[in-house]
């Protein structure tokens, strides 16, 4: 008797990484509160939040440097309480203002931490320590002592220690502080080049203008919860920051293009001067072009806009400004 | 395997056993053995070796001592400088170094690579003073010089060295354990230091009072035994005169070599050390030890101190008094007092309670971990913590841990007093019912305390409960004969007092001149009296502070604690 065949139809792949209901306490303060977050394979996630949000908790959790009180976290669907041997292995850490041995070379301290990581030949080590090195654009400093480093080569040596084992989940503590602004960008080059392999990218930054153009995507932490999350207009839009103000430069009289905008829903707050009109604006990148175009059909003669809108550090001001609840 | 993982390569694995090949190791080998840090120690150890050997020699020539003899007295001074590398310099080098490698971060980097706990813990343990042991081995070829040369056997040097190396990974895993435990530098570096001196010098000083097992965690048993062999040949024939009358290990009557005991001795201490350094690697907040360990330690404890003590009772070797009369033999004109015999029960009562409030400080959950238990327990659907999860209470390890300790200590003061040089004496059950009230009471309130109000109100309460009326005692009974009950009874305030005052209340052993008898007696029922109640109310306390935590956590669904 012949059984029917059971064709299994396409399994959709685990997220990167995925957190249920995580808490954390220390004593009666509640660092993080059930937190809920869902990433995908190959996104470069910037954890955004005042100091105190939950923020270096949170990564120490995912790190699994911290048990949490209680909530799951799941890499690639490993469960990191259940197999944190397994997890560690799929996970790079790399902590806030992260040291490096004082009595060590750049390639000494590689090289044992590839040992540690279970690369026994001394040849693989030195090629993956080279590898990582130059990922990192230090590898002609390779025989300098690890004290005679400044801040944003520190940075960068461990970065690329955390690239040693060739992590598929990058966790980066203000990874981009000390660095210059030439180093800023290697980074971002080299973590968007990382994303582009499918590795993961967490990434927590006060240098908030660097995060909106290195992540994919943002997520707002307050007082241990997440405020907001998604692309970084998603966010302004779940923060009720998704006005815009413009500013329509004119050739001729203003009055009709004022009656005209002033009869829409999405246009609040107008205010017309000689040759220009200045009003906030509701809709997204789509409505703001439709808005432009329906002037010019109505032979507004617009010879320039200009766009003002709250900035990421506007943001974060005002989420940890006293008084702000969750 | 998930997808995500594929690209991950597979780790191999360090055995534990290949200490050479341990990342850690060959880490600090790497670090602190280049030759320009290594060179002036290795300079001044040699020539320092070279000194003591030529200042011996040239006395030797003066003195026209035989050449074995001239060549012997170097031996000791060798010995004694490769100690002070190995044990003073290496045991601040471990403690400090992992001190500093957790201020750098190192820490939290090796608890993310793939080792097992216990290789790291064995990189650090030989890593770290990894230049000592190389400075030790450079004076070796001197002491070989000296061993040939002066004619010792094996059978006495081989010993010796080998109790250096146990002794020496001994000293270095108590530095290891505070420099990891130990959250503030300045405090950890000191507890070290405290730690490693009171263990291995003020320690075995008890061995002198009866509790004689812990001289075997030092090398000096070996050490005393190997002497006559290592001093030039007069010296060396006066010791083994004397040597005569030393008691050898007596555990239990095995008759075990001096060196094959304090070898098992300290690899037990040893063994404890790297199970609590496992313990913190695996998990940082984890306990030192779970339940059943503290319990098992304590066991351990019980059956060396009494292995150890109890076949000297009968030879008399066990008693101060003959140990501070060296060569006499027991005879007619020597037998222990009453009052020597009281000290060493008391004595022993005291550290037996004092191990196990220290087993029971280890095991007690601070508030936050009782929280963090029952706030998991919720989230899997429990209606109880896991009795030796390290959030559960550890009230029933430490009643447990009491009885055990008054059996240990009951058998101990049983074998004394029926020993042929106190004929007559008894010790019954009611001695051991007494003396497990008086552990309970003392042990079961530190313990409660803990529970339920924290470290804080436990080190105020034994400043203030504990010692200030032991001081003011001492010191109104210091003032003058009149003054002496009025300060007994002070003193007997304090629940520290129970476990000496008890056994005068309890014994038949009462013939002790120096001592009001009557008063002391009075004083161990009025702590009874005094102390059982509040016991118990600590006890009903911590019951009722458990339970309220417990419902409020999973009954309500609250969080048990104030939102922030």
């Given amino acids: 008797m012949s059984h029917p065949s059971i064709t299994p139809g396409p399994v959709a792949p685990p997220p990167a990484l995925e957190i249920r209901s995580l808490r954390v306490d220390y004593g009666d303060f509640v660092a993080v509160d059930h937190l809920n977050l869902t990433v995908p394979p190959g996104e470069i996630l910037g954890i955004v939040g005042p100091n105190g949000a939950g923020k270096t908790s949170t990564f120490r959790v995912l790190a699994t440097l911290l048990e949490p009180t209680h909530g799951e976290v799941f890499f690639g669907g490993v469960d990191i309480a259940e197999d944190s041997h397994r997890a560690r292995r799929l996970m790079g850490y790399m902590p806030d203002l992260a040291p490096v041995p004082s009595d060590l070379r750049l390639w000494e301290f590689l090289d044992f931490y590839a040992a540690a990581h279970g690369i026994t030949d001394a040849d693989a080590r030195r090629a993956r320590a080279d590898e990582c090195l130059d990922q990192v654009g230090l590898l002609p400093l390779r025989e300098r002592g690890c004290r005679e480093l400044s801040r944003g080569q520190t940075q960068r040596v461990v970065l690329a220690k955390t690239l040693l084992h060739g992590p598929r989940l990058l966790i980066l503590d203000e990874p981009a502080s000390g660095l210059d602004p030439l180093a800023r960008r290697e980074l971002r080059l080299v973590l968007q080049g990382l994303a582009r392999t499918g590795v993961t990218v967490l990434i927590s930054s006060h240098i908030l203008g660097e995060l909106a153009e290195m992540c994919t995507s943002l997520c707002i932490l307050h007082r241990g919860r997440v405020l907001a999350h998604g692309s970084v207009d998603a966010v302004r839009r779940q923060l009720g920051h998704a006005t815009r103000r413009l500013t329509l430069g004119i050739v001729g009289p203003v009055e009709a293009a004022a009656a005209r905008l002033s009869g829409r829903d999405d246009v609040r707050d107008l205010t017309a001067g000689v040759g220009m009109i200045s009003f906030d604006f509701d809709g997204d990148d789509e409505a703001q072009a439709d808005l432009v175009e329906a002037l010019v059909r109505d032979r507004v003669r617009v010879k320039s806009l200009e766009e003002r809108r709250s900035s990421l550090e506007d943001l974060l001001v005002e989420i940890a400004a006293p008084g702000r609840n969750a | ?564």
């Fill in chain 2, 1 to 564: 395997m998930s997808p995500v993982e594929a690209a991950a390569p597979a780790p191999r694995g360090h055995p534990a056993w290949k200490v050479w090949s341990n990342p850690i190791f060959r880490r600090y080998c790497r670090s602190r053995l280049r030759l320009r840090h290594l060179a002036l120690g290795c300079c001044i150890t040699f020539l320092l070796s070279a000194f003591i050997v030529g200042i011996t020699s040239s006395i030797g020539v003066r003195n026209e001592t035989e050449p074995e003899s001239a060549a012997r007295a170097a031996i000791i001074p060798l010995l004694v400088l490769q100690g002070f590398v190995l044990f003073v310099v290496g045991t601040a080098q471990v403690s400090g170094g992992m001190i500093t490698e957790r201020d750098e971060g190192g820490v939290d980097y090796q608890r993310l690579v793939p080792m097992s706990p216990l290789t790291k813990v064995l990189g650090y343990l030989f890593g770290l003073p990894v230049r000592e042991y190389v400075l030790a081995g450079v004076s070796l070829p001197f002491t070989a010089w000296a061993l040939a040369r002066g004619g010792v056997p094996a059978s006495a040097w081989a010993p010796l060295y080998w109790v250096l190396f146990t002794t020496t990974v001994a000293y270095h895993a108590t530095g290891l354990l505070t420099g990891t435990v130990v959250r503030n530098r300045r405090w950890a570096f000191l507890i070290s230091i405290g730690l490693v001196f009171s263990l291995y010098t003020i320690i075995p000083q008890l061995a002198r009072f009866g509790l004689v097992f812990f001289k075997y965690l030092t090398i000096t048993p070996v050490f005393d035994e190997s002497l006559p062999d290592l001093l030039p040949e007069r010296s060396g024939a006066v010791v083994k005169f004397g040597q005569r009358f030393l008691s050898h290990a007596t555990f239990f009557n095995l008759g075990l070599p001096e060196a094959l005991f304090t070898t098992c001795s300290q690899a037990g201490l040893v063994f404890l050390f790297l199970t609590m350094l496992c313990r913190k690697w695996r998990r940082e907040e984890a306990h030192l030890l779970d339940k059943s360990w503290a319990v098992g330690a304590l066991v351990g404890v019980q059956v060396l101190l009494l292995g150890n003590a109890l076949p000297l009772i009968d030879p008399g070797d066990l008693f101060p008094s003959r140990n501070f009369r060296f060569f006499m033999s027991p005879g007619k004109d020597w037998a222990p007092g009453h009052g020597e015999a009281l000290g060493m029960i008391a004595l022993y009562g005291l550290f037996t309670a004092g191990l196990i409030c220290v087993l029971s400080g280890i095991i007690t959950p601070s508030l936050e971990h009782q929280v963090r238990g029952w706030r998991r327990a919720r989230n899997l659907g429990m209606d109880h913590l896991p009795a030796l999860g390290d959030s559960a209470s550890g009230r029933w390890a430490t009643l447990a841990m009491s009885l055990l300790g008054a059996v240990g200590w009951f058998i101990f003061t049983r074998q004394l007093l029926e020993s042929r040089w106190f004929p007559g004496h008894h010790a019954d059950w009611k001695v051991l019912a007494g003396y497990w009230l008086v552990l309970t009471v003392v042990c079961g309130s530190f313990q409660a305390l803990l529970d339920t109000r924290g470290g804080r109100t436990v080190a105020v309460a034994a400043i203030f409960a504990g010692v200030l009326p032991l001081l003011v005692g001492a010191v109104v009974a210091g003032i003058g004969d009149r003054y002496l009950h009025p300060g007994l009874w002070i003193a007997g305030l304090s629940p520290v007092s129970l476990p000496l005052s008890a056994p005068l209340a309890l014994l038949s052993i009462t013939e002790v001149d120096q001592l009001p008898v009557r008063a002391i007696q009075a004083i161990a029922k009025f702590g009874w009296i005094a102390w059982t109640p509040v016991c118990l109310g600590l006890l009903r306390r911590q019951q009722a502070h458990r339970s309220d935590l417990r419902r409020r956590i999973l009954g309500g669904g609250g969080d048990g604690v104030a939102r922030t």
